[in-house]
């Protein structure tokens, strides 16, 4: 059996029970664990299977690269029209590990969500601030989510999931979607629909991807036609948003408030306006992370390993 | 019809539009609204009906008095055997508001467990102080709720909605209850149970009421026996925990976390120790506060008046 002992090359730095889980699953194969992403990384481009972040130029050249398992949701580098050709020229796969964080990224949207309509952010404001018992103004601002109107800008399998999470809440849910299936579980619009559905959001939900065609979706004309009572959250990329245009919009209350994990550029600096924006809420990027992710990660590419090896489709094939 | 106008007692205070729709709603009976609950109120010794928070040793003793629904869903003066012996000797009922409460407290009991569970406060305590982006710190102790255990201390209408909200979520829940009536969506346990179930116990949610029997319910011991990875959370009463204990479990960390929305007393002065607690989050009695929470009570009342004009059951009937 010609594919019984690979080269696989990696890159991942986890902790130790994550990494003696990758090197146990792989051990029928030779593991190349490096410690940095160089271009000129031989063992890389003489691999047949790389885990990680690969460098996307070396990938792309590579002639025995077979499959690249990407420990990310996100695949930007990867997403071009000469990756995709290239690879599909000769018969090499890309998968990512979207998997590993649809569930962690649909409870922390919902947990955006509920902490808004209870207003859990100001509670603990008080409590870390004036340590009164402001409870009629808390109470008065409180909401509840049932019959609410949500706009998901996205329809993958964080916005699946979250679509069951958001089930038993009964608010009405649509998604923008490039390209409709037909198995979606709401209702599915096209961009060009979102002029009538923008309007009318109580939450506008960005879900998207950061590549040509989603760069500054959120702009200046989309957020102009939201609801003034309308919240925007981001768990997807921050270039995705026109950051000026929602500073603006919270600043002049054309946005009631924003809950965003995503940002331009990446740490946010601590002098930018946006972490004391007005109603302007940030996590650092965590949406993804939970316990025992690193580990989840190593058993994703030991599972899709195992279907590489029988010639199978892979979880999270994107090539 | 002897029932055709009736005298209406009634002490709530509420926005003009709750307060509009009140006088319509009872317009074919005599509406005495006061100001001050006082306990020489002849007016609400000699009404039919009572609506709001009337004196409960008048409703006791008062001839006249055929129905009292009150504008809460708490209940603690009421909740008594001479209050209970004495109305139904001469045929009168009681009602309370809960079920105008069970969505708002169930979606904060929501909130509150996807705060901690995604780090929703220490994000948001970075945002507020060093905006720095502990996104690794923040990842690695965010957690997923599937596969943890849920003790519910408690099991009425709040509780039966937190279960079909956490649905989704996977996690394993039983529920303390005092009798059983076989229609729970959950496995009830009795409270002698208790101590094979709170070891266990990820999450103990307290949605107890007020009463005699529920004073200290959370106390040493028992807090003594649960995991030091437990979060316990109440919405039910302050007075049903030992608050020098919860003090205690956190300072010593035999608690992970606490989040409680009720205290004893209320408000909690600026200084208590309860405030600066490690891992302890604090909402102002917020839970079952939304907008348009007063307009529901109302329409509650009224709803219930018609049922009471017809001789039907009460929603939410106590007695």
Sequence with gaps: MKNSSLKIWSNVKYYETAMKLLRQGTSDHQLILVSETIRED????????????PDAEVVRQSSSLRWVHLDSAGYEKFDTRLMHSDLR?????????????DEPCAEHLLAMMMGLARRIPHAFENQLKDRMWPMMELR?????????????LGFGAIARRLVELLTPL?????????????DEQIPVIVES??????????????????????RNFV???????????????????????????????????????????????EPLPPGHPLWTAPNCF??????????????????????????????ENLLDQII
């Excluded at 090499?92 to 979207?98: D, E, G, I, Q, V």
């Excluded at 603006?248 to 946005?255: K, N, R, Y």
């Design 282 to 311: 940030i996590t650092p990027h965590t949406a993804g992370g939970y316990i025992g992710e690193k580990e989840r990660l190593v058993r994703h590419f030991l599972y899709n390993l195992r279907r590489f090896m029988t010639g």
């Design 42 to 53: 031989p063992s890389l481009a003489s691999a047949d299977i790389a885990f990680g972040q």
């Design 140 to 152: 008065a601002a409180s909401y509840l989510l049932a019959g609410q109107n949500v706009v998901l």
């Design 89 to 101: 020229s000769r018969g090499a796969k890309l998968s990512n590990s979207s998997s590993v964080y």
């Design 193 to 214: 629909e979102l002029e009538k559905y923008l309007p009318i959001a109580d939450h506008v939900i960005n879900i998207l991807p950061a590549n040509a065609s989603t």
């Design 219 to 265: 702009n200046a004309a989309r957020i102009s036609v939201m609801k003034r009572s309308a919240i925007f959250y981001n768990i997807g990329r921050g270039t995705t948003v026109d950051q000026e245009a929602l500073l603006a919009a919270l600043h002049s209350g054309q946005l009631a408030a924003t809950y965003i994990d995503v940002t331009d550029p």
């Design 170 to 182: 009964r608010m009405n849910l649509v998604a923008v979607r490039r390209q409709k299936t037909g």
